[in-house]
């Protein structure tokens, strides 16, 4: 399985944003997709997740400004985020775990906020 995410640039503090990752391969054996960021300095954070269900997750800080989507068979995962602020700027990676527990990480798309 490849990830490969899209989506990142440079948005002024208040402004939206949508990611995308693109996931090929074995599609058919992935059972979620999450995307991750991590700031500069700082570990890698769990954003949000979806799974084959459809069942979503969110961290608290960005709970109401972010929403994770999927096509019907999480080949496309979408992150729409609004209202964002500085402290989200990051790089931001979207990981698929398959049913054997396997992760797959994507290499990463920047998301600068700033004035």
């Known amino acids: 399985v490849r990830m490969v995410e899209s989506g990142g640039g440079l948005v002024q503090p208040g402004g939206s944003l949508r990611l995308s990752c693109a996931a090929s391969?074995?599609?058919?054996?992935?059972?979620?997709v999450g995307w991750y960021h991590q700031a500069p300095g700082k570990g890698r954070q769990l954003v949000a997740l979806?799974?084959?269900?459809?069942?979503?997750n969110y961290a608290d800080s960005v709970k109401g400004r972010f929403t994770i989507s999927r096509d019907n068979t999480l080949k496309m995962v979408y992150l729409q985020m609004i209202s964002l602020k500085p402290e989200d700027t990051a790089v931001y990676y979207c990981?698929?775990?398959?049913?054997?527990?396997?992760?797959?990480w994507g290499a990463g798309t920047l998301v600068t906020v700033s004035s």
């Open positions: 391969g074995n599609i058919g054996s992935i059972r979620a």
């Open positions: 979806i799974t084959d269900s459809g069942n979503t």
């Open positions: 990981k698929a775990q398959d049913l054997w527990g396997v992760d797959y």
